[in-house]
């Protein structure tokens, strides 16, 4: 009796406790003006469950406190936003107070360097240096008939196969970034990078807490193991009298290179276009196997643009620039595949300053106000008669901010009368905002033919590749590499799913035991 009684003490003391914990925490940010919301346990926050709950840990919190909420996720207290408006103005405005705000434990394993993380006149340098490998003139020269070469390799021999078409696709991104990289796509260094690229995926969002076992940790010594590979490799180079003609060649041509980057930062660029490239090509390419196969239609449309490519061409002849442009089809089911999917579910910014959000975003209204020029507009708005002169007021203010006219004063951000404290997260949750029926008519239908009955690419709610400066430098090289891999794979195969595939899309898109197929030649 005794023993219980100890028990139901105790057990009502570690109740008491938790809820006391809990309840510190959340005092903790009851700062005027902040948005409703929970913050979960100290540190930790509510990390745990939104990483297991994914979608439907965002859905209720927003049943319970709207579109714009705050929470404490992935070692942060963060503000959650899903409005459309919102959330592209932030994109959009990333030097009005905002800089990227991606985990740190991203930010240790892709490199300070990296260009996610950093921000200003250092971005646009590493965007500059970036962008000069993968130019327009550069992905039709060179690009172009390296993927195609290493796409024809890769896709041969595939037939009366059960293949697992996640790992194909995995290992297609990545031998395909190392080619156009360094061209070590068959390499032992290859394996090797391989071997510890793996791992470095699986740590970049996780808490970064650095104990033996840890993703975390696990992946930082991975990191520190390819930072060597690419050092060696490095060497090699310039230790050779012959130059290659593939990225990192490019990179180490200091004398004809416009950017000069140190090796640190040349390290960090790899990295990051590997990562960022394996990602998302694989995942998508994944998926619209996956969604081809359960669409039969969809997929004889598909067919269809590409064997008309093929028509005029010899068994083994490359695809050409134009025949590249000319899939239009393709396109559509890359970017329907992405939107479906929810490859990225969103972006995340870190505030450099106190922000106020305050009734400027919804469909009807885009505002942005300095604190001076608010004021002003808040008398004007008391008076009826002069209405339509405060609109358009507004709408000249906000086109002066964002054009950079009106400087050096505090920028506010306005919505709904919320405080976002300085040094807070962003999180630009974009995946609600794929499945809106007013953006996109019966949202969970697979659907390419939207794309092309209107132009959504150019719409400003069209967030697949983020916004503003940020804009996935990768996008065409991405869609270039899926478009290759789809065009000989629709070409030369069919295939059947295999039973038992299960696939899962948070915290990210992938089957949890592969995604088989039983492949045969068309």
Excluded at 198 to 207: E, Q, R
Excluded at 352 to 358: D, G
Excluded at 440 to 446: A, G, V
Excluded at 451 to 459: D, G, H, R, T, V
Aim: charged share 25%.
């Amino acid at each position: 009796m005794a023993v219980f009684t100890v028990v139901i003490v105790v057990f009502l003391g570690l109740i008491g406790f938790s809820t006391a914990l809990l309840r510190w925490n959340e005092l903790r940010y009851r700062k005027k003006g902040l948005p409703p919301g929970t913050m979960g346990w100290p540190i930790f926050g509510e990390t745990t469950d939104f990483l297991k709950q994914g979608p439907n840990f965002m859905k209720n919190q927003t049943a319970r406190y709207g579109s714009f909420f705050k929470s404490h996720i992935l070692g942060c207290p963060t503000v959650v936003s899903m409005d459309p408006e919102l959330n592209r103005f932030i994109l959009m405005n990333e030097s009005k107070g905002l800089v990227p705000g991606y985990p740190q434990s991203m930010l240790d394993i892709l490199g300070k360097c990296n260009i996610a993380a950093v921000h200003g006149s250092t971005h646009k340098y590493m965007r500059g240096a970036l962008l000069s490998l993968i130019s327009p003139t550069i992905l039709r020269s060179h690009i172009l008939p390296k993927i195609d070469e290493f796409m024809r390799s890769h896709l041969s021999n595939w037939q009366d196969h059960v293949i697992d078409i996640q790992e194909k696709t995995k290992e297609m991104a990545f031998f395909s970034s190392l080619k156009q990289i360094a061209g070590i796509e068959s390499s032992s260094i290859a394996q090797e990078f391989m071997h510890e690229f793996f791992k470095l995926v699986l740590g970049t969002l996780s808490l970064p807490i650095d104990l033996p076992g840890t993703n975390y940790r696990r992946a930082f010594q991975a990191r520190q193991n390819i930072v060597n590979i690419v050092a060696r490799l490095m060497e090699e180079r310039r230790a050779s009298t012959v130059t290659e003609e593939d990225m990192l060649g490019c990179l180490l041509k200091e004398e004809e290179n416009k950017y000069k980057l140190t090796d640190e930062e040349i390290i960090d660029l790899i990295i990051t276009l590997v990562y960022s490239g394996y990602e998302t090509v694989s995942t998508t390419s994944m998926m619209a196997v996956k969604y081809l196969h359960d669409h039969p239609h969809v997929l004889q449309e598909l067919r269809k643009e590409h064997l008309a490519i093929r028509e005029n061409k010899k068994p083994d002849e490359p695809i050409t620039w134009e025949d590249y442009k000319s899939m239009r089809f393709t396109r559509a089911v890359i970017f329907e595949t992405s939107r479906l999917a929810t490859i990225v579910n969103g972006v995340l910014r870190k505030t450099t300053q106190e922000m106020e959000i305050n009734g400027g975003f919804d469909i009807n209204s885009f505002m942005l106000f300095t604190e001076r020029e608010r004021e002003r507009e808040r008398e004007r708005e008391r008076s009826p008669k002069i209405y339509s002169f405060c609109c358009l007021y507004a709408i000249w203010t906000f086109w002066v901010v964002s054009n950079g006219i009106i400087a050096n004063e505090e920028i506010c951000i306005e919505f709904s009368g919320f405080v976002i404290p300085k040094g807070w997260r962003i999180y630009v949750y974009t995946r609600e905002v794929n499945y809106d029926p007013y953006l996109y008519p019966d949202p969970l239908s697979f659907n390419p033919w939207r794309w092309m009955e209107k132009n959504l690419e150019s719409q400003p709610h069209f967030l697949i590749f983020g916004g503003g400066t940020r804009l996935c430098p990768g996008k065409e090289l991405g869609i270039m590499e899926i478009s290759t891999f789809l065009h000989y794979f629709v070409t030369k195969y069919r295939w059947e799913e295999e039973e038992g595939n299960k696939l899962v899309k948070f915290p990210r898109v992938q089957a949890t035991n592969g995604l088989r197929v039983r492949v045969s030649s068309c």
